[in-house]
């Protein structure tokens, strides 16, 4: 079967989700779901990525994600790849942790698609019976979702990437104590009303709701939204490579370079390192590796791109000098 197109465009949304190998779990403890989280606070810092909702289960996660930049497969690719690599390093094992490709499904960013799939990623809990709506449970209970870590949250406690405010705001509610509150109680209603396995399962209001569907359809909008992304697939505005290995496209590498050339510059100069010196200094030099970081937290450009513009030899290099700094007693996990 055809893997389907990855369409992106700058302000695109998306539903992302993800499953297991084999459905095996991709969350063992909460230690592994706050390196998810931490993950995925480092892929938005990378790509300028705004999250609108989110929740973790054991075997896989639901994302609504929000791309200024045309850079979903790109984040992506970072993002799973880097979580793989820790739950791999932390639990002593190696090879692939998620299962087939991960779903993303464009979803029209206003209205009654963006707000249903809202409701739907939170209320996930109560469809997987790790909560009891019946029984008075909240969706407010379950822990690893953004309505706990994000919409029951005055602004000050919340993540810097998780656009709460343009969600309460989309679906009429006030980013205040009341606002929050009735957000959530509009949630609890739907899962007790509804039922455990219906609750906030939406059906498209499109004239074709085979091909709009909140779990298998290619978009989750109107006709007129399908219409839109049709055109961008038609004029080969930023789309990914057809071959199952998915590069940036040439306008997001320039983009991405241009962010990087930036950094670079100002780094330098905070760091009172002038170019001259960049042939001379090895390639491990304190300096270097500082600004090296800088830029792969803040961009998706690669490790070779790196190295090249600080003369660090090679990507390999730059590699294990972010690893060895990362590791170092005063900082954290890589």
């Not at 054991?58 to 820790?86: F, K, S």
């Amino acid at each position: 079967m055809a893997r389907s197109l990855r369409i992106e465009y700058p302000g695109a949304f998306y539903h992302v989700m993800a499953r297991g190998n084999r459905r095996e779990k991709i969350f063992r403890d909460d230690t592994d779901r706050r390196f998810f989280l931490q993950t995925l606070a480092d892929a938005c810092q990378r790509t300028g990525w705004r999250v609108h909702a989110w929740v973790l289960l054991d075997n896989h996660y639901h994302l609504l994600i929000e791309t200024p930049q045309p850079n979903l497969v790109v984040g992506m690719g970072w993002l799973q790849n880097t979580y793989t690599r820790r739950f791999n390093t932390r639990h002593r094992l190696w090879g692939r942790l998620f299962g087939d490709r991960y779903k993303a499904v464009p979803v029209e960013g206003a209205g009654y698609y963006y707000q249903t799939l809202l409701d739907y990623i939170h209320l996930n809990p109560v469809r997987a019976r790790l909560l009891d709506a019946a029984r008075g449970q909240s969706v407010r209970d379950y822990a690893w979702s953004s309505v706990a870590s994000g919409y029951a949250l005055p602004p000050r406690r919340r993540a810097p990437w998780l656009a709460c405010a343009e969600a309460l705001a989309a679906c009429g509610f006030e980013d205040d104590s009341s606002g929050r509150r009735r957000f959530v109680d509009e949630l609890d209603r739907r899962a007790v009303e509804e039922g455990r396995t219906s609750c906030g399962v939406a059906a498209s209001q499109s004239a074709d709701g085979r091909r709009s569907h909140l779990r298998h359809g290619w978009f989750w909008g109107s006709q007129a939204f399908a219409e839109r992304l049709l055109k961008v697939v038609a004029t080969g505005a930023p789309e990914r490579s057809r071959s199952t290995h998915y590069r940036n496209t040439p306008e997001q590498q320039a983009h991405d370079e241009k962010t990087a050339e930036e950094i670079v510059r100002n780094e330098m100069q905070a760091e009172n390192l002038e170019e001259a010196e960049l042939q001379r200094l090895p390639g491990s030099e304190p300096r270097k590796v500082r600004i090296a970081r800088a830029v792969r937290q803040q961009t998706t450009v690669s490790l070779a791109w790196i190295a090249a513009r600080l003369r660090m030899r090679s990507a390999g290099n730059v590699c294990q000098c972010l690893r060895r700094e990362t590791l170092s007693p005063s900082k954290g996990i890589a």
